[in-house]
């Protein structure tokens, strides 16, 4: 039987391009060694450009360039069942490509954070993307919550996946002052959901 999995959405450039956005809504399903790539185009790109990275290890650089395709879905096969990482990208015209958005299947927890800290923007469990917001981001010390539900647990991973800091009240700001400066990513636990966002310590 096939899964769904739906993992992230990643935007790997920290600038976007609004005359050129990425892709949202990724997901990858398949089995056996095939899987289907489907997303949604937020401009009025027709060809997206599809890079995979197979065994893909934390600190892999980002694809430079990959397939051009006009389908959406796109079926990918003969796959191995290791860390797969795709990307998909809006292709606009011959030289203004979106950001990336990536998926990954198959991957361990700390390979899953690690691409997760690279991103700019958010992904979620459901479909209310914008409601949830945190700033200032960067930050020297406080980070302030924006959210309509009760906070029940705040975890902090570095860029290796190592849990930093956990917090259990329903609190909606965060000291990060004893943070090293770099780029984390914070976890959102509320009653009916998981959020995650990325920030940068300075």
Known sequence: MKKIILFII?????????????????????????????????????????????NYSIGDPIPNFG?????????????APVCNAFFVRSVCNSTNFSPWAVIGEGCSLNTYIWLTTLSNDIFET????????IYPNPTKNIIHIINNSELEKIKIFDCLGKVVLTQTQNNTEINVENLSKGI????IQTENEKVYKKFIKE
């Open 10 to 54: 990643l935007i790997l450039n920290l600038t976007s391009n609004a005359q050129c956005p990425t892709p949202s809504n990724l997901i990858a399903s398949g089995g056996l060694g095939q899987t289907t790539l489907s997303w949604t185009e937020n401009g009025i790109a027709t060809e997206w450009e599809i890079a995979v990275i197979p």
């Open 67 to 79: 397939i051009i395709t006009t389908s959406n879905p796109f079926i990918l096969t003969g796959l």
């Open 126 to 133: 459901n479909s209310e993307k914008n409601r949830l917001q």
């Open 184 to 187: 984390y990513l914070i976890e």
